[in-house]
């Protein structure tokens, strides 16, 4: 089993930048392909961005392509979520995910999933 835990979430204005993280714990982490995910309000959860276990591959969904960027370092046992440029449509909770199969992590059926952390956005 991999624990998941996120944090950085918070209150920012529109055009700012966040720095989301996520703790891993419990099995090697290197071993999985890790992502984040986020769901608003009222909305299904969204593919955000996806990395692979070695990080040399590495996806983004289209809302946030250019804006956030994903990394990890397996030697911590975290991935983190760069967040630039945020406007009002980014504010979600978002969820850190991991999976042993890459195409499980962006088809979005992840084995693991954190808690959330949200993100709000003021304009």
């Known amino acids: 089993q991999v624990k998941l835990e996120e944090s950085g979430g918070g209150l920012v204005q529109a055009g700012d930048s966040l720095r989301l993280s996520c703790a891993a714990s419990?099995?090697?982490?290197?071993?999985?392909?890790a992502g984040w995910f986020r769901q608003a309000p009222g909305r299904e959860r969204e593919f955000v961005a996806a990395?692979?276990?070695?990080?040399?591959?590495?996806e983004y969904g289209d809302s946030v392509k250019g804006r956030f960027s994903i990394s990890r370092d397996n030697a911590k046992n975290t991935v983190w979520l760069q967040m630039n440029s945020l406007t009002p449509e980014d504010m979600a909770v978002y969820y850190c995910?991991?999976?042993?199969?890459?195409?499980?992590?962006?088809?979005?059926?992840?084995?693991?999933w954190g808690q959330g952390t949200q993100v709000t956005v003021s304009s």
């Open positions: 990395i692979s276990q070695s990080g040399v591959t590495i």
């Open positions: 419990g099995r090697t982490f290197r071993n999985y392909h």
């Open positions: 995910a991991a999976s042993f199969l890459y195409g499980d992590l962006t088809s979005s059926r992840p084995a693991y």
